[in-house]
């Protein structure tokens, strides 16, 4: 089992471009979640997904938009993209709400 | 507001030290998790402390879950410079907690040097 994987690891962006970065995860897991980390912020939850065809917003919602079309799939987007998102980004996955939450190994983004 | 205080925020021992961190907040939660990470992965989950006054021993590694659980401590004995890392606490909000969305603190960046 790969466990979860993030698509890609490293990216820079121009201000007001857009990505989308990709979670993918074979654990059959419902739960998904976008993480950011900043320097001496911790991680602070984007959007999470309880299931396909789910999605809810975290503590950090603005700027970005996801999808969970399939089951083993969480995406997240950025629309036009501000210097503000430059962070790390973790994705991870958990059987249910309270189960232990296994997180991917990050992607770097850097916008100019 | 920080809902999680951690403290230290660095620390830098010698191999061989003990050492304690520290997650401390001023609300009451039903369980509180202790995460590593080290310089380039992701956070791994170390142990979920869910009693008042729990203490759970992962080899080297001690927590305890305060008798009001409002808090926590992880001490390690005699560290290694494998326990280099960030590590972070994490709780769920009383409101919502069963949908998965912790909350965490920022960490307490540990370097031991050997």
């Known amino acids: 089992n790969a466990g979860v994987t993030q698509t890609p690891k490293f990216r820079v962006l121009k201000t007001g471009q857009s990505m989308t970065l990709l979670c993918a995860q074979d654990?059959?897991?419902?739960?998904m979640y976008w993480y950011r980390q900043d320097p001496g912020m911790g991680l602070r939850l984007i959007h999470y997904?309880?299931?396909?065809?789910?999605?809810a917003k975290g503590e950090v919602p603005d700027g970005y938009n996801v999808s969970r079309l399939k089951k083993q799939n969480f995406l997240l987007g950025l629309e036009s993209a501000a210097p503000s998102q430059t962070s790390v980004y973790f994705c991870?996955?958990?059987?249910?709400?309270?189960?232990?939450?296994?997180f991917g190994p990050g992607t770097r983004l850097t916008v100019l | 507001t920080q809902l999680l205080e951690q403290s230290p925020q660095f620390l830098s021992i010698q191999e061989g030290e003990n050492l304690t961190v520290y997650c401390n907040s001023s609300?009451?939660?039903?369980?509180l998790q202790w995460y590593r990470q080290e310089p380039g992965e992701g956070p791994v989950l170390l142990v979920t402390?869910?009693?008042?006054?729990e203490v759970k021993k992962l080899k080297r590694l001690t927590f305890q879950f305060g008798d009001a659980r409002k808090d926590s401590s992880l001490h390690i004995t005699a560290a290694q410079p494998g326990d280099t890392g960030l590590y972070l606490c994490?709780?769920?909000?009383?409101?919502?907690?069963?949908?998965?969305?912790?909350?965490f603190g920022k960490g307490t960046k540990l370097s031991v040097k050997p």
């Open positions: 997904s309880v299931g396909e065809g789910t999605t």
């Open positions: 991870a996955s958990s059987r249910g709400g309270t189960d232990t939450q296994y």
């Open positions: 609300s009451v939660f039903s369980s």
């Open positions: 654990m059959n897991h419902e739960y």
């Open positions: 402390v869910v009693t008042g006054g």
């Open positions: 994490a709780v769920q909000p009383l409101y919502g907690g069963s949908q998965g969305n912790l909350i």
